[in-house]
């Protein structure tokens, strides 16, 4: 053991070379950090194909990239006419501009999608897309039956759509086409770009960035605002943002804003609340070095030992650091006068060194997590905690001012200790506490555990409500079900889709679903692109059957020159694949196919979106004696599923950390009695916790458990000291005087972060303060009752 | 051209029993179109020619046009081929005989939905508003026969329909042209006029028979 350093030129010594670690970490720190925000790191590793699927859509699906955007008048517009027309152009000159950045930005619609704006060499595709040659021959008797009808078409309303098509496409192809590829329910056109009701221009932008990537996020918004201000006449309009992406800005945004000012309270608090309890500015300083080491060695690991480190890690991390704050909490309070930092440490230390192997085990449970960001938390408030508790007993006890006051000569602590031990200390307490636990628990209203991953990014109601309201205008299709296809070619998705989709049409046909949208619609298998391509007639086939046709008709003789030269390239065209780059993946079919095939594993999946559904177990049937290459997947079941399978796991790694955290007390303490005042008020009190969370209808997340055991890691604090008897009364205030000052600190901090109104903080903070206090009030009563005092004490309290 | 076809008959129903303008002024353009409001439902007869670049010889239709109120308009088609169409709540609705009817937004045809809008200004005897979507000029004569020429001034809508013409003769409405921007025309000849629609017309023919003195 090392004798305390002499002289206060060593001990100058001592803090500077301290200071300059300090630094030198924090250096290093500052050059490797790299954060990361995709919030997807500290989700639940999915394990079934389903979950895995979810996480995609999610967090980098085709969805969750979706940002969706309204132009309105700002101020009191007045419906209609003009502000339509500069509404519609500004939709456009955002489009155009947001288009042209496609490094941030996969796709922007706004309507004006448009099939005469197509790469014209694409539309003799049409033939092979279209399901008319499936049925139909272009022979004399079909396209004169189809002349007639355009005829009719020309003298009526509709000419002017017509028109311009009819040289090209006399049976009207295309817009057959574009019929079957119109949403069930799309938006209103108006001036070309799409409306809602309410005289807002919407548009779609996809972002490259994933959804629940905050910071990219944050970076596609600003490019899409920065777009909309540069636009002649954006100043008397309004840009509105909604979508997951959106959303997890604003979130991020909020929960640091909340965390921010709840923070810069508590610590003014905490500042205070040491200097009323120390007397000392230098005790405080010196103090904060364990703190900082256990922050900049635990973050200094992190970079080591990972490629990026998760902002929330960080968050989470300070928060479970505040145990790491009991260290040099208990030495200032457990100094005596006279006696030197050193050997108040010394004496301590046992104790303190039993503390922290036990918090250490407590978080190991984060690290079998098997979640990279819980992962990332377990090693930070490991490398912390030791840190923090080997600075204290070694760097920090040299540093201490030599002379002090000792708390345990403090009027008010005597009172407090003798008010303490007159507490009557009945053996039923425990079975009482039990009791209770059972009965809250028993008649605790509402599920126990909250499954929704939703409930805990909460978003304002009107941003909701304004999010469905888009949605709806939009014709989104439903996020909850999704028809999976598989195969192990993308042209088996192909073929699987075509032969459901008769099954699909007789579902819609009988409202059990509104609309179901399956691959096949936007891409026929090669082979039924060859076969309609089969039926194409020959040139001289073609020109005679039509020469025959307009027998007796109006129609110019050469006018249908562009019909045939189409339906003779159509006749030697190479199928189009989804694996077709360029031209055909550029266009905005090419980019809902992509959105609706994915390659995985060696095998394909098709995605069909469904919208509407009225009768589930109808759909369910179409998945019916498929093998499993079928099937409809309940995203909310799946996330359900994946969170309760990521808590079962969280569950059993706190069991196997209690086994250990038993052990180690009971080896620590060389009895099992002494073990069972430390681990039994502790336990009760965290069911208590629960208990009293439930009864107040609270259902418990991943967050409350977190919280657990942070409070489970402070209240064995509290316990491991009170059950220290000492025989000393002075001493056994001191620890009472550590204690409070611990628990004070700890209600102060999380106490405020219990009136956050978002929900995570509020969790944490609420199931922290009730921790901290129930763990304070149980290892009390449940303490051994302490040796009576020595006459000499009570003399010394008299004086 | 449906809506145009739709509006004007009603012109033709109005009593005559007015002296006809004589002056080509705006403010007497405004005048007329005001005396022209008419109450609903309204129906009158119709024969359409319509001369596309398209086709070797002219498209002719005939049947009855009415109005039934506020935005609605209806167009029926007697020969060659029946056929209804309906305006009503922003969507064109078409109706032939033995098929399911054909659906489309008004709003897919800015320029369809200009046309309503202004032409149930019209209906209604509003000048102002028929004078918002149009330049519009009058040339009368003596004898009671009068022009209202109608130029978009909608950029997008003068992209497709160029100009429009109206003959009529005293509170009558005979004729109307509607020459698109890419040469195409049409024209209706209305009310009792309707009946008198050549076999085989042409575009002299016709222009002669909306402005002859019968």
Redesign the interface.
Known sequence: MRRRLSGPGARATLLIVWLLALAALGWVVSQRLKVSTDLRSFMPAPTTPDQRLLMEQVGDGPGSRLLLLAISSAGAAKPGGQSDVQLAALSQGLARALRNDQRRYSQVLNGSFDLAALDPSLLPYRYLLSPTLDTQPLDEAYLSDQLQQR??D????????L?GL??RDPTLEMLKLAQRWTPAKSP?????VWFTPQHEALLLVQTTAAGFDPDAQQLAIDGIQHAFDALPGSASAKLEFSGPGYFSVVVGAQTRHQADWIGRISSVGFIVLMLLAYRSISSLLLSALPIASAALAGIAVLTVAFPEVHGITLAFGFTLLGVAQEYPIRVLSHRRAGEDAVQSVRALWPLLLTAIASACIAYLAFYASGVNGLKQLAVFTIVGLLAAGFSTRYLLSHLLPVRVRDVAQMRWLANARTFVDRLPRPRWIPIVVALAIVLMLAVAPGPFWQNNLAALTPLPQDMLLRDAHLREALGAPDVRYLLVLQAPTEQGVLALSQQLQPKVDALVAQHAVDALELPSLYLPSIAWQRARQQKLPDRTTLQRELSQALQGL???PD?FQPFLDDVETARSLTPLTPLTPERYAQTPLGQRLAAMLVQRDGHWLGLGTVSGVHDVAALQTLGKDSGGSVRLLDLKAASESLVAAYRTRILQALLIASVLLVLTITFALRSLRRAWHVLAPMTLATFLVLAVERLAGIEISLFHLVALILAGGLGLHYALFFERDTGDPAEQRRTLHATIVCVLSALLVFGMLGWATIPVLRAIGLTVSLGVAFHFCLSILMAPHAAPESPEDSHARED | MLLLGMTLPLWANASASEAAPAAATSSSASSLIAALGQPAPARTAFAEARFMRMLDRPLVVSGELAWLGGDQLQRRVDHPNQETATIADGEVTQQRAGKSPRRFSLTRAPQLQVLLDSFVALLSGDAGRLQQAFEIRYTGVASGRWTLSLTPRDATVAKSIASITIDGDGKQSRCMRMQEADGDLAIDLLGPLAAKMPAQPTRDALQALCQSAD
Do not use: C, H, N, V
């Open positions: 005829l009719d020309l003298s009526s309303p509709a000419a002017s759509l028109k009819l040289p209103e056109l108006r001036e070309g109006p129609f110019r006018l």
